[in-house]
């Protein structure tokens, strides 16, 4: 019996990784697409001799081609750290607008099964809390995250009109705050940034009051729940993410706690258009999927903390 085989775009990054890592477990042939911007060799390079296996350099904002039977396309190339895609806010456009309708018409010419990683950015700074599926979000298309934002809302545009047009079969995984092991130290987001800090007994820096809440989904949860939606017949966006929700501080605290780090807060200005409250509505994912996360925060960043540790 045929392999199935799946093409996963930004599949050295650090989410795509993991994934590529769950289907070969499951025994799928897995076509990693990555252009290495913001992913690592280092994060495949365990899959790199198996047979079943296949890295290509490419930047899919450029045609795909690639022979033989593909049975799904998973894309999940872009930057996705505010430090990633204010540093580079033209490619992070590119791979949004160009990299999804080039992975669409790989997905079309193949009759394969599309799956696109969005983000809970296309909410915005919401005006709705806990945020569903149903809501529009509330975004600055001129402001410096709107190539991201903006980006990933063009993607699920065009996801959906290929999904009318040419009758392809769709799904829209909407991915909350994640976090785990392969995060670059460097890539800006607050979990490895505290880990830096804290281990290192460095100041913490935390922006605003840190009030601001957050809901952080530990790595192997988040794939278990692409897995799910991958293969349900789900062709509408999909909230991914843990409902648990934290402030920046209580986050911080329990850092300093884990690490028995002798950091002090360091206090900075919030940046322009930086969500003040993000926490999944994921009552859709427990009913279509039957998928919830299951480990806590603690436990997560235990194991996330002992990673980095093991990298020094």
């Not at 769709?170 to 607050?190: C, K, L, Q, S, W």
């Not at 919030?270 to 926490?279: A, I």
Request: charged residues 25%.
């Amino acid at each position: 019996m045929r392999k199935k085989t799946v093409v996963i775009t930004g599949g050295a990054g650090f989410i795509g990784s993991h994934l590529c890592d769950k289907l070969m477990q499951k025994e799928y042939r897995v076509i990693c697409l990555d252009n290495l911007i913001t992913g690592r060799l280092e994060n495949i390079r365990h899959l790199i001799k198996d047979k079943n296996f296949r890295f290509q350099k490419h930047n899919v904002t450029k045609h795909i081609e690639i022979k033989g039977n593909i049975d799904y396309v998973l894309h999940f190339a872009s930057p996705a750290s505010p430090d990633d895609y204010l540093k580079f806010p033209i490619q992070t456009l590119k791979v949004g607008s160009l990299g999804t309708h080039n992975a669409l018409g790989l997905t079309k010419e193949k009759r394969a099964v599309f799956m696109l990683a969005s983000t809970s950015e296309v909410y915005g700074d919401p005006l709705v809390h806990p945020q569903q599926e149903s809501y529009w979000g509330n975004v600055n298309p001129v402001g410096v995250r709107g190539c991201y934002d903006e980006g990933k809302r063009f993607a699920e545009a065009i996801t959906m009109a290929y999904h009318r047009v040419h009758h392809l079969d769709i799904r829209i995984a909407r991915i909350f705050n994640t976090y785990g092991p392969r995060m670059r130290p460097d890539d800006g987001r607050v979990i490895p940034n505290f880990i830096y800090q804290a281990t290192n007994n460095k100041p913490i820096t935390v922006y605003g009051s840190g009030r601001q809440t957050r809901s952080f989904c530990y790595i192997s949860d988040l794939i278990e729940g692409i897995d799910k939606l991958m293969l349900a017949p789900v062709n509408e966006p999909v909230n991914l993410g843990n409902p648990h929700e934290f402030t920046i501080l209580e986050l911080v605290k329990l850092l300093i706690k884990l690490t028995a780090s002798k950091s002090r807060i360091v206090y900075k200005p919030l940046p322009q258009d930086d969500p003040c409250q993000r926490q999944p509505d994921i009552r859709k994912a427990k009913k279509v999927l039957n998928w919830q996360p299951n480990i806590e925060l603690g436990e997560g960043l235990k194991r996330t903390i002992d990673w980095f540790k093991l990298r020094r």
